[in-house]
């Protein structure tokens, strides 16, 4: 049975699907993209998604809500012909459409890994897709998130080496405005470390205007910002993105940022980075080792404690620089030898100063040494805010739990 | 140094039962403790096939399964298997186990009573009052008859508490009447004050106290600690909630004020039925 790993960009305008053999014709993909748009028809309960979508608003058939995404995070509800309906429920309407033209290319045990990537992961975004998964279930074996700067980080590492041997660009022109995501290699370190700069650029907002000599006005425009953006810097190739760069209006533009650099459309970038990425979930090749990713949603510090393993004092480490912040959460069963604190070290990985953070467990009931057990919950909220959560379990039926709890918030 | 020890086997879902101290033990640190905790009580019949299985399938140690298994096969010593246990959860340190293993080579000699009130003691620790109070009970008359006031005393001391911690503040207040009439000690003397305090308006107390022929700085000391105790609960946990509890009551929120109260009772039911339990 041929296996698969799929790539899901879930984008406020287009959603877009890759999925990608894992057998023998390993770079065999294919992509789909569907614009994010459901349409309810008026006074009956069905619903069209994407172009359909598009064509019954148009045709007068049905009602679009606007901003769905959005309104879903924000927890909102979305008013169609007076009813209100949970916005959660309607993306997860749009991703179950969306997802049987999948099904109908490939079977779902076929499919084995399975990566959404959005714009950027919160704890909303994290929550939705949560909801996401749960509900639709039979995704894949393994389902992960990413931001779309990780899909381009993805995206460029499998490239020929020759694209980046120097910065690259992913120029993002949509509405409202241009963002760029710079992405730069240090190649001192082992593993050697890539980051990821997000720059937004709200005075390059999205030409809408489309009046006669448009096409120059924007060139000019642009060229005279990507000027700016180039000058003294060292970038091997530029991937553009977005329907801003629709309407072949690019031209000074292009002869400037082609010179000595390759320049990409980057179209489906984000949906076969996410495929990528889940394919190295799989079946990491060898690029995992030496290549390391530090981007927003990764943790910049080691968290761990000393603590008694096997009868030997130890460091034993909680959570990993570098693990993605909302992957990051483990439990662990502990005896307190005395005294009601527990002490965690952090240690951030851009080599400053070890952090000791001591967790005072408040009105633990006095037992004797060894006569605790606690559990001890760890996950992060966002990658720089971390959760520990412990729990009194008392110790058998010598010393019944206090029922207490404490919860501390720490940043890293 | 580190103040913590990662657990590396689970919880039984069946417990080990401890007949001789109505114990049921769920975890390898538990049994540890207990074995740590009198060494000197420990007899051949806790080297047992049942414990072995126990320690095989229910904390999933099956290497020291077997190694107790085969401990039993060959008819090894207590120190030997108990050892087998400490060493194979990492347990002890050196130091420690030196303390241990003398402590078992005194096991044989130990004199009954001595280990009746031992296992008393550690049911009292365990909070198992009743148990604590039977076992204690069982051996009143022969320590009496002993001569030895000190050990005499200490039982009726440690009666006296399991009695508080049932809340028969009548009974604790005799036991620990007589264990100071018997080992004259003061912190029978104390511990006797302290109840009469806390059963005892302030006047009732003073009342006692001049009666009684109590001496100033003791019975100031009793009232100090009295005021101190209630300072405490008033900054506790508990005082809190219930602050919290009765706030929703005086707000007009009776719905969650009964229910927030009913959780709260049946948590203290369910401690005190725990600690009132008989096996």
Known sequence: MEEYVIGYDLDSTMSQITWRSLGEERDKQETYAVPFLL?????????????????????????????????????????????????????????????????????????????????????????????????????????????????????????????????????????????????????????????????????????????????????????????????????????????????????????????????????????????????????????????????????????????????????????????????????????????????????????????????????????????????????????????????????????????????????? | MSNVRLCLHKLAKNPYYIEEIHLSIYSIEELCFYLCKNPELLREDIMDEDLSSFIETELGMEDLGKELREILEKRGSLTEFVGAILKGAFYLNDREWNKVQNMLGQSPHIEYRLRKKRKGDFLLESQKYTLAIEGYSSILQEAEESGDRQFYGDILHNMGVAYAKTFDFPKAKEKFRQAYEANGSLESLDHYLTVVRLISTKEEYEEFVRTKGVDKETANFIGEKYGKCLEDYEKSDVKRRIDRIREKKEKGNFTEYFEDMDELLEEWKEQYRKSMKKS
């Open chain 1, 39 to 412: 349409c309810k028809k008026y006074q009956v309960n069905q619903w069209s998604y994407g172009e359909a979508a598009r064509a019954d608003k148009i045709a007068g058939k049905g009602t679009v809500p606007e901003h769905l995404l959005e309104k879903a995070l924000k927890g909102e509800k979305v008013l169609l012909e007076g009813e209100a309906y949970d916005g959660t429920e309607l993306v997860l309407l749009f991703v179950k459409k969306t997802l049987e033209l999948l099904w109908q290319k490939i079977r779902k045990e076929q499919a084995v890994a399975f990566m959404f990537t959005v714009e950027r992961l919160d704890k909303d975004m994290v929550k939705l897709l949560n909801r996401i998964v749960l509900e639709i279930g039979e995704m894949g074996r393994d389902v992960y998130y990413q931001s779309h700067q990780e899909s381009f980080y993805q995206y460029v590492i499998h490239q020929p080496q020759e694209i980046w041997t120097k910065d690259v660009l992913a120029l993002e022109y949509r509405a409202p405005y241009l963002k760029i995501y710079h992405m730069k290699l240090n190649k001192g370190t082992t593993p050697m470390v890539a980051f990821i700069e997000n720059k937004e650029f709200p005075q390059m907002n999205l030409c809408t205007l489309k009046e006669e000599g448009w096409q120059e006005r924007e060139d000019q425009r642009f060229y005279e910002f990507m000027e700016e953006i180039l000058k003294g810097s060292f970038i091997s190739s530029i991937y553009l993105i977005g329907d801003g760069f629709q309407g072949n209006w690019m031209k000074k533009t292009l002869d400037l940022i082609c010179h000595r650099r390759r320049v990409f459309m980057g179209k489906n970038l984000y949906a076969i980075g996410a495929s990528m990425a889940a394919r190295e979930k799989v079946r990491p090749d060898e690029l995992v080792d030496k290549y390391i990713f530090l981007g927003k949603d990764r943790l910049k510090a080691n968290v761990g404690m000393n603590l008694y393993i096997q009868g030997e004092e130890s460091y034993y480490p909680l959570a990993d620089g570098g693990q993605n912040w909302y992957e990051t959460k483990k439990e662990w069963d502990l005896i307190l030898e005395e005294g009601e604190a527990v002490s965690l070290m952090i240690t951030p990985l851009n080599g400053k100063e070890v952090r000791n953070v001591n967790i005072i467990l408040r009105g633990l009931p006095k037992r004797p040494k060894r006569a605790t057990r606690i559990k001890m919950h760890l996950a992060f909220e966002t990658e720089q805010k971390m959760i520990i959560q412990i729990e009194d379990l008392g110790f058998g039926e010598m010393f019944p739990s206090s029922g207490m709890r404490w919860t501390e918030e720490i940043e890293i």
